[in-house]
């Protein structure tokens, strides 16, 4: 069974730090590019940061960028979102896809997609 599962989220005070993970079953995650979306109440999802399957290139969101950092280990066939320095609108669900086309490409939608896990970020 083709399968994404995010864990990891939880309530953090700004400035701290959080790793969502994104595990996947039924397919192999090193061949596939991952991305990982958010989307807060209210307002559209947006995408975070992704890294290309093909060659393990990434990117980010400019709202992101140097504060979260995407990796992959796939002896354990899971992508992870390293997040410090976090901020009050970093709260939202995250959600991970998984697609077989380049991150930014514009036809990335979202073979697979995981259920999603709470971040929330208050003091």
């Known amino acids: 069974q083709v399968q994404l599962v995010e864990s990891g989220g939880g309530l953090v005070q700004p400035g701290g730090s959080l790793r969502l993970s994104c595990a996947a079953s039924?397919?192999?995650?090193?061949?596939?590019?991952t991305a990982w979306f958010r989307q807060a109440p209210g307002k559209e999802r947006e995408g975070v940061s992704c890294?290309?399957?093909?060659?393990?290139?990434?990117n980010y969101a400019d709202s992101v960028k140097g504060r979260f950092s995407i990796t992959r280990d796939s002896a354990k066939n899971t992508v992870y979102l390293e997040m410090s320095s976090l901020k009050l609108e970093d709260t939202a669900v995250y959600y991970c896809?998984?697609?077989?086309?380049?991150?930014?490409?514009?036809?990335?939608?979202?073979?697979?997609w995981g259920q999603g896990t709470q971040v929330t970020v208050s003091s």
């Open positions: 896809a998984a697609d077989a086309v380049r991150c930014g490409s514009r036809y990335y939608t979202g073979k697979y």
């Open positions: 039924g397919f192999t995650l090193h061949y596939w590019s």
């Open positions: 890294i290309t399957g093909s060659d393990g290139s990434t």
